[in-house]
């Protein structure tokens, strides 16, 4: 074994007796004749054999294939890895394997309560004959669908559907406008828009109908699928020649057709997911077949330890990556919840009614909801009871050490908070939970299996309980296949391996602790540097977000033109409450006891709300370049934000930093406030 598996102080990660990872790791090592009782043993075969991991797990979970793999990976190099070569198989094959058993495949809720079910036959059947109409509609192996549709049942099934047919799925949310959804989609030059008419949130009804129109002009295609949504219908003839269908009309869960599946090459395009896109057009990231279930399957089965019998539910919407692994647990005969609506209506205990009433053994969410749910004193274990649920997961953010408190008082001592780190990247997590692993507040319990992390400091050497670079030094089966329109692959390359040359580099800055755990502290370009000491802005949100007063926070480092240095922290007071001098003087002391004096922001701002991206990320790198004096239209894309509308605030203090500096030129002499 390696220095670091074998290293003093790793954590104990013995292997449950009955886990579906003890099983797994049983037959490997009986197969391979090693030693797998520990979970770090098993991630070090994992990373050190990786060939022999992935045929296990292909093997073990019964990947349906027409034709066999020729080898599992042609080449260890990045970019430039091959995985599966030489197989032939589906996606949806995976899926339907389970489509004879009990129970069901997919529940999906309305905001207003309404629910419908899709067994595991159903499912079959409605993936069937939405296939065919995509058949008769022109669509071909290689083509592509394109979703506007909120997270129900019908973006699940027309994704299996396209996926079926060989065709390549992308789709984004409602809530976005037609340029953002354009810039998207058009790249793609799709076949078929697949959209809703309207959609809900917060007990509001947004009607769509204009902005589908639109897309449809935009985005050329020959045919357009409407899902009628709070009773808003499109005429037949909206669309001109554009063949147009009612979703009801062209998809039945009891219809009789018979689902043929394409069989592709592993690398074969399934879907196509998006980058932001805040400050351009959004990067289109192609995924391919074979390696998506391969990380599916390893994920649901190892790493969450979920299978037949199991209810996966995970607030998300058809933008964050999070959908496409909520649809990718049906690859493991779990049953999958969707939700389309506001997390906190009509209550704030919502989604925990959907937990309990489903009886759902993972729940997901972000840490965002889940301080919420915190400020506002919410104790879901005082309205239901929690039989089935195992554990809770966070991702798209750092959990603060506080949740995992909160989470043990107000839902269970017993469910574990899991948090998690990925990327619409490779489609999964580099780094999260496993049965065996500790869950310590604050951290990420380890690496997940078949994935080498390291931090790396500037040199690119790995470093220990010391603040680092995430990088990946080993093949994943669902890294990209490649970008979309990128045809000499430039665009790939640059996105992640030319800092360091060989090795993913994902833009994360963490603590890589020498018992296996990790900490992420943010995005590494948008560090914080306070007189040559780097600080991740993840930091002081620990700190700050749920106390007091404190909704929410952003904190941003600006390299100001004439040569200063200013660090500003922005502050949401929660609903009904102020956040005045005395506050902001106790948050002050607050961020110097439990961090450091370096820490202490320069001066605090108390705003209406922090912008997010559509996956409700901090737009923190856009405004820090809006502080540094750029125009926001330069840096931002106004439809692929959540509050476009509070941007001009920042704008303008931009603006009034300018006059002081004018006023005080020399840096370091400049008023403070």
């Given at each position: 074994?390696?220095?670091?598996?074998?290293?003093?102080?790793?954590?104990?990660?013995?292997?449950?007796?009955?886990?579906?990872?003890?099983?797994f790791?049983?037959?490997?090592a009986q197969?391979?004749?090693?030693?797998?009782?520990?979970?770090?043993?098993?991630?070090?075969?994992?990373?050190?054999?990786?060939?022999q991991?992935?045929?296990?797990?292909?093997d073990?979970f019964?990947?349906?294939?027409?034709?066999?793999?020729?080898?599992?990976?042609?080449?260890?190099?990045?970019?430039?890895?091959t995985?599966?070569?030489?197989?032939?198989?589906?996606?949806?094959?995976?899926?339907?394997?389970?489509?004879?058993?009990?129970g069901?495949?997919?529940?999906?809720?309305?905001?207003?309560?309404?629910?419908?079910?899709?067994?595991?036959?159903?499912?079959?059947?409605?993936?069937?004959?939405?296939?065919?109409?995509?058949?008769?509609?022109?669509?071909?192996q290689?083509?592509?669908?394109?979703?506007?549709?909120?997270?129900?049942?019908?973006?699940?099934?027309?994704?299996?559907?396209?996926?079926?047919?060989?065709?390549?799925?992308?789709?984004?949310?409602?809530?976005?406008?037609?340029?953002?959804?354009?810039?998207?989609?058009?790249?793609?030059?799709?076949?078929?828009?697949?959209?809703?008419?309207?959609?809900?949130?917060?007990?509001k009804?947004?009607?769509?109908?204009?902005?589908?129109?639109?897309?449809?002009?935009r985005?050329?295609v020959?045919?357009?699928?409407?899902?009628p949504?709070?009773?808003?219908?499109?005429?037949?003839?909206?669309?001109?020649?554009?063949?147009?269908?009612?979703?009801?009309?062209?998809c039945?869960?009891?219809?009789?057709?018979?689902?043929?599946?394409?069989?592709?090459?592993?690398?074969?395009?399934?879907?196509?997911?998006?980058?932001s896109?805040?400050?351009g057009?959004?990067?289109?990231?192609?995924?391919?077949?074979?390696?998506?279930?391969?990380m599916?399957?390893?994920?649901?089965a190892?790493?969450?330890?979920?299978?037949?019998?199991?209810?996966?539910?995970?607030y998300t919407?058809?933008?964050?990556?999070?959908?496409?692994?909520?649809?990718?647990?049906l690859?493991?005969?779990?049953?999958?919840?969707?939700?389309?609506?506001?997390?906190?209506?009509?209550?704030?205990?919502?989604?925990?009614?959907i937990?309990?009433?489903?009886?759902?053994?993972?729940?997901?969410t972000?840490?965002?909801?889940?301080?919420g749910?915190?400020?506002?004193?919410?104790?879901?274990?005082?309205?239901?009871?929690?039989?089935?649920?195992?554990?809770?997961?966070?991702?798209?953010?750092?959990?603060?050490?506080?949740?995992?408190?909160?989470?043990?008082?107000?839902?269970?001592?017993?469910?574990?908070?899991?948090?998690?780190?990925?990327?619409?990247?490779?489609v999964?997590?580099?780094?999260?939970?496993?049965?065996?692993?500790?869950?310590?507040?604050g951290?990420?319990?380890?690496?997940?299996?078949?994935?080498a992390?390291?931090?790396?400091?500037?040199?690119?050497?790995?470093?220990?309980?010391?603040?680092?670079?995430?990088?990946?030094?080993?093949?994943?089966?669902?890294?990209?296949?490649?970008?979309?329109?990128?045809?000499?692959?430039?665009?790939?390359r640059a996105?992640?391996?030319?800092?360091?040359?060989g090795?993913?580099r994902?833009?994360?800055?963490?603590?890589?602790?020498?018992?296996g755990?990790?900490?992420?502290?943010?995005?590494?370009?948008?560090?914080?540097?306070?007189n040559?000491?780097?600080?991740?802005?993840?930091?002081?949100y620990?700190?700050?977000?749920?106390?007091?007063?404190?909704?929410?926070?952003?904190?941003?480092?600006?390299?100001r033109?004439?040569?200063?240095?200013?660090?500003?922290?922005?502050?949401?007071?929660?609903a009904?409450?102020?956040i005045?001098?005395?506050?902001?003087?106790?948050?002050?002391?607050?961020?110097?006891?439990?961090?450091s004096?370096?820490?202490?922001?320069?001066?605090?701002?108390?705003?209406?709300?922090?912008p997010h991206?559509?996956?409700?990320?901090?737009?923190?790198?856009p405004?820090?370049?809006?502080?540094?004096?750029?125009?926001?239209?330069?840096?931002?894309s106004?439809?692929?934000?959540?509050?476009?509308?509070?941007?001009?605030?920042?704008?303008?203090?931009?603006?009034r930093?300018?006059?002081?500096?004018?006023?005080?030129?020399?840096?370091?002499?400049?008023?403070?406030?």
């Amino acid at each position: 074994m390696s220095e670091l598996f074998s290293a003093d102080g790793l954590a104990e990660a013995p292997l449950a007796q009955g886990s579906r990872l003890a099983e797994f790791a049983a037959r490997a090592a009986q197969r391979y004749g090693i030693v797998l009782d520990d979970y770090w043993q098993l991630h070090e075969w994992s990373i050190t054999e990786p060939e022999q991991f992935w045929a296990e797990v292909w093997d073990q979970f019964g990947v349906v294939a027409s034709a066999p793999y020729r080898s599992v990976l042609a080449r260890r190099t990045m970019p430039g890895a091959t995985w599966f070569e030489g197989a032939r198989l589906n996606y949806v094959d995976q899926v339907m394997r389970f489509a004879d058993r009990p129970g069901a495949a997919l529940v999906s809720i309305a905001e207003d309560g309404g629910r419908s079910e899709l067994s595991w036959p159903q499912l079959r059947s409605a993936v069937a004959s939405f296939a065919s109409a995509l058949r008769s509609m022109g669509v071909e192996q290689g083509d592509r669908v394109v979703g506007y549709l909120p997270n129900g049942q019908e973006s699940v099934i027309a994704f299996l559907a396209a996926a079926s047919l060989g065709a390549t799925w992308a789709g984004c949310a409602p809530d976005y406008g037609v340029s953002a959804a354009a810039d998207r989609l058009q790249q793609l030059e799709p076949t078929v828009l697949v959209a809703a008419t309207a959609y809900s949130f917060d007990g509001k009804v947004r009607d769509r109908r204009e902005e589908v129109f639109a897309l449809v002009g935009r985005l050329g295609v020959r045919a357009v699928v409407t899902v009628p949504r709070a009773g808003l219908d499109v005429e037949h003839a909206a669309y001109g020649s554009v063949r147009h269908e009612r979703w009801d009309d062209v998809c039945s869960p009891d219809s009789a057709e018979q689902l043929v599946t394409a069989q592709v090459a592993a690398d074969h395009p399934l879907w196509v997911l998006f980058s932001s896109g805040t400050t351009g057009i959004p990067k289109g990231i192609v995924h391919g077949h074979a390696g998506v279930v391969a990380m599916s399957l390893a994920a649901s089965a190892l790493q969450v330890d979920i299978g037949p019998g199991d209810t996966f539910f995970w607030y998300t919407t058809t933008n964050w990556m999070l959908w496409n692994s909520v649809v990718s647990t049906l690859l493991s005969g779990v049953t999958a919840v969707t939700y389309e609506g506001g997390p906190f209506f009509p209550t704030a205990d919502r989604l925990w009614q959907i937990v309990a009433d489903e009886r759902v053994t993972v729940f997901g969410t972000s840490p965002g909801h889940l301080l919420g749910c915190a400020s506002q004193g919410l104790k879901p274990n005082e309205h239901h009871e929690f039989p089935q649920l195992e554990q809770i997961m966070v991702s798209g953010a750092p959990a603060p050490a506080s949740l995992y408190q909160w989470v043990a008082d107000a839902v269970s001592p017993s469910v574990p908070l899991i948090s998690s780190s990925g990327g619409t990247d490779v489609v999964g997590a580099f780094v999260s939970g496993a049965p065996p692993l500790p869950v310590v507040p604050g951290e990420i319990p380890g690496p997940v299996l078949g994935t080498a992390v390291e931090a790396f400091d500037e040199n690119g050497a790995p470093v220990r309980d010391e603040v680092g670079e995430l990088v990946v030094t080993l093949p994943m089966p669902s890294m990209p296949v490649r970008f979309w329109n990128d045809p000499d692959g430039s665009k790939y390359r640059a996105a992640y391996f030319e800092t360091f040359p060989g090795v993913w580099r994902h833009g994360d800055w963490v603590t890589h602790t020498s018992r296996g755990s990790l900490v992420v502290h943010g995005r590494s370009d948008s560090t914080l540097n306070r007189n040559g000491v780097r600080i991740g802005s993840a930091d002081l949100y620990q700190i700050i977000e749920g106390s007091g007063g404190v909704a929410e926070a952003m904190v941003i480092g600006v390299e100001r033109p004439n040569g200063s240095y200013r660090m500003p922290m922005f502050l949401v007071p929660h609903a009904g409450q102020v956040i005045d001098e005395a506050e902001i003087g106790r948050l002050r002391q607050k961020l110097r006891t439990e961090g450091s004096p370096r820490h202490v922001p320069d001066e605090f701002h108390v705003v209406e709300a922090v912008p997010h991206t559509k996956t409700g990320k901090k737009l923190e790198v856009p405004i820090k370049r809006i502080l540094q004096g750029a125009r926001a239209e330069d840096v931002l894309s106004e439809g692929a934000i959540d509050r476009p509308d509070v941007i001009a605030s920042y704008v303008a203090l931009a603006k009034r930093w300018d006059a002081e500096d004018a006023d005080n030129p020399e840096p370091g002499k400049r008023r403070r406030d």
